[in-house]
C-alpha cells in the first residue's frame, strides 16, 4: 500500500512535466488538480505550499513537486520522487535534441539556420526591452548611461555579469 503513493506521485509529476508547458506558474493548476484527485491535502495546505515555493530559490514547479511529495506521503523518498518525476521528461527531450544536434554537426543547412536564429533572438530580446520602456518607466539619460556603462564594462571581460549587476543597483541607488 506504501508503494501505491509513490507510484501515483512519479505518474502525476510525470505527467505534469511532460505537458506542463510556459514554466512554474502555467502548471500550478495541474499540481492542484493531481492533489484533489488523489486527496493528498487541502486547499489550504496547497496555498500554502505555494507561498513556500515562492519565497525558496529554484523554479516554482520543482519547489513544488518536492514539497507536494513530502507532504502526501510524508517521507523524503516521496518528495525525491516527485522531484525527479517532475524533471524527467524535460530531461529526456533535451538528451534527444542534443543526440540529434550533435549528430547533425557539421550540416550546412543546419548552421545557416542557426545564422538565421542568432538575429532573431536578438530581435526578440529587443521587443521585449521596447515593450517593456512605457510611458511611466522610459529610461531616462541617467538609465541610459548606466546601461551604455554596464554593456561596455561587459565587452572588456573583466566583470562578471553578477559584479556588473552589483555596480548597477548601487548606482542607481546613488543616483536616484
Known amino acids: 500500500m506504501e508503494a501505491e ?20 506558474y502555467a502548471i500550478i493548476s495541474l499540481i492542484q488538480h493531481e492533489i484533489e484527485v488523489h ?8 496555498t ?13 514547479g520543482i519547489n ?16 525525491i520522487i516527485a522531484t525527479f518525476a517532475i524533471v524527467l521528461p524535460s530531461f529526456l527531450i533535451m538528451l534527444t ?6 549528430a547533425l554537426q557539421g550540416n550546412k543547412y543546419l548552421e545557416w539556420a542557426f545564422l538565421g536564429l542568432r538575429p532573431a533572438v536578438i530581435g526578440l530580446i529587443g521587443a521585449a526591452a521596447i515593450l517593456l520602456m512605457n510611458r511611466d518607466n522610459f529610461i531616462d ?12 564594462l561587459s565587452f572588456t571581460g573583466k566583470f562578471h555579469p553578477i559584479l556588473l549587476i552589483l555596480m548597477a543597483g548601487v548606482a542607481g541607488f546613488v543616483i536616484y
Do not use: C
Open 97 to 102: 535534441l542534443v543526440r540529434f544536434f550533435f
Open 141 to 152: 539619460y541617467k538609465s541610459f548611461i548606466i546601461f551604455l556603462l554596464a554593456f561596455l
Open 39 to 46: 486527496g493528498w491535502m487541502t486547499q489550504s495546505e496547497f
Open 48 to 60: 500554502d505550499i505555494i507561498a513556500i515555493s515562492q519565497m525558496t530559490p529554484g523554479p516554482i
Open 5 to 24: 503513493i509513490y507510484i501515483q506521485l512519479f505518474l502525476s509529476f510525470f505527467k505534469i512535466g511532460l505537458f506542463g508547458f510556459g514554466g512554474g
Open 64 to 79: 513544488s513537486a518536492t514539497y507536494v511529495g513530502y507532504t502526501a506521503s510524508g517521507t523524503v523518498l516521496g518528495s
